[in-house]
T-cell receptor, first 110, second 114 residues
């Protein structure tokens, strides 16, 4: 059975800190790994990663994938209160099956 | 705007009733996924359709059913509703042809069973 595990489950840091969120997976026919941010409503798409070792970057957020060790990390530097959210990792396989982890709840204290 | 449309936005109904939630995927997307999210819980995968056919099934109750129509919109039917079915129901779509495509979410339908 396909599995996506995120850690930590919850993280509380002060504004300005840097955080690293982890996502490991066991998925057959891996195609891509996706990161989402969920605040009060629907998850919003952040990154899609398909190749190992290539960093994707958007402002203070960046992510990288290691297909050999089967994990990805999401980094957020200089955190702001607006970064408080649940961050979801999901893996898509070649049969269009999308498997989500349970998420990491990030809380930024001003 | 993700391009995925869900209706209705909110729904309040009594126990024992039946409701239908509707999802229109992004133009060209062939896959539709349904998820349930209870208060402060993670996304629970219910079911996936790809181009009209059921592709994968998660923790979907027998009281729940879904289908995807020829125009690719999907409906999730929830029957004999119980208080515990109160949740946010999300639909996501993906799968434009053979390229790598991310999945985008609709804004969800909030179901309250009273």
């Amino acid at each position: 059975e396909d599995k996506v595990v995120q850690s930590p489950l919850s993280l509380v840091v002060h504004e300005g800190d840097t955080v690293t969120l982890n996502c490991s997976y066991e998925v057959t026919n891996f195609r891509s790994l996706l990161w989402y941010k969920q605040e009060k409503k629907a998850p919003t798409f952040l990154f899609m990663l398909t190749s190992s070792g290539i960093e994707k970057k958007s402002g203070r957020l960046s992510s990288i994938l290691d297909k050999k060790e089967l994990f990805s990390i999401l980094n957020i530097t200089a955190t702001q209160t607006g970064d408080s959210a649940v961050y979801l990792c999901a893996v898509l396989n070649y049969f269009e099956k999308l498997t989500f982890g349970t998420g990491t709840r990030l809380t930024i204290i001003p | 705007d993700s391009g995925v449309t869900q209706t209705p936005k909110h729904l309040i109904t009594a126990t024992g009733q039946r409701v239908t939630l509707r999802c229109s995927p992004r133009s060209g997307d062939l896959s539709v996924y349904w998820y349930q999210q209870s208060l402060d819980q993670g996304l629970q995968f219910l079911i996936q359709y790809y181009n009209g056919e059921e592709r994968a099934k998660g923790n979907i109750l027998e009281r729940f059913s879904a289908q995807q129509f020829p125009d690719l919109h999907s409906e999730l039917n929830l029957s004999s509703l119980e208080l515990g079915d109160s949740a946010l129901y999300f639909c996501a779509s993906s799968g434009r042809g053979t390229g790598n495509t991310e999945a985008f979410f609709g804004q969800g339908t909030r179901l309250t069973v009273v």
